[in-house]
């Protein structure tokens, strides 16, 4: 008979729940700031995350995967059944690295404008550079769709040759919308983790733009699913997202 751990095990991949605590107490969830801190922020944002993961196992009729991203780097992983009832599981299950020999690279014979950014690349005209990588990405983007390997190469490469520019806002926004793309759809592992950690490193250092705390909420949603052991990019990101107000938009 298999107990109650073995049975939230068991329960689907998706869908997985994900949610941000800022060190103040305030919960981000599905896109948005649900709560201020309370008197005891802990049991607070726990119970607010556990109603919300209620009512979407509800809409369904089915069991949601939940990670808690806390302050202090750790997630907790939960399993929340339309009744509420959570059971803590080690793990959620992650999606598998895949085989595409897409993620090798974009092609240049396809995409003439890859040519132009490295020419200005080996000039060092970083703008140019970043000028032309916008250009492909684009191209890219219109000729496969968004949901495509060669459409995150060629925003990862945006957003690298954004960096060199000094565009530290546009280089961090890239980078962690090319993490999250490599990680959706299975680019090769060590190369996810090390888009991930450039992402965290880009965004850390990125000015006050107005979308900064929007696209730190993406990151850190990120990191609970993908890195739930890396306590410190989860901590240094979490920490970064308490400015007054929480940052709501």
């Not at 896109?31 to 802990?42: I, R, V």
């Not at 690279?105 to 916008?134: M, S």
């Not at 980078?175 to 759809?185: C, D, K």
């Not at 993908?226 to 990019?233: I, R």
Request: net charge negative; hydrophobic share 40%; charged share 20%.
């Amino acid at each position: 008979m298999k107990t109650d751990q073995q049975s939230a095990e068991a329960a689907p991949r998706l869908p997985l729940l994900t949610a941000l605590v800022s060190p103040a107490g305030a919960v981000h969830m599905l896109g948005q700031w649900l709560t201020d801190h309370g008197d005891d922020q802990a049991d607070t944002s726990t119970s607010t995350v556990l109603e919300v993961a209620r009512n979407e196992a509800a809409k369904t009729g089915r069991p949601v995967r939940v990670a808690i991203a806390r302050p202090d780097g750790t997630v907790d992983s939960l399993v929340v059944d339309p009744a509420g009832h959570s059971e803590p599981v080690n793990a959620h299950p992650q999606p598998h690295p895949t085989s595409n020999p897409q993620w090798q690279g974009i092609p240049e014979r396809q995409f003439t404008l890859l040519a132009t950014v490295r020419a200005a690349d080996r000039i060092g005209n970083w703008r140019a550079a970043q000028l032309a990588a916008e250009r492909l990405t684009l191209t890219v983007t219109a000729s496969v769709g968004t949901e495509h390997p060669w459409t995150v190469l060629a925003t990862e490469l945006h957003g690298y040759f954004a960096l060199r520019a000094g565009d530290q806002s546009a280089g961090s926004r890239l980078s962690v919308a090319s993490a999250i793309g490599r990680y959706e759809l299975g680019s090769p592992q060590a190369d996810t983790a090390e888009c991930l950690m450039r992402a965290v490193k880009s965004w850390l250092q990125s000015d006050t733009s107005p979308d900064r705390i929007a696209v730190g909420c993406a990151l850190g949603h990120l990191l609970a699913k993908a890195t739930p052991k890396a306590s410190g990019p989860i901590s240094l990101v979490l920490g970064a997202l308490d400015i007054p107000s929480h940052g709501r938009s």
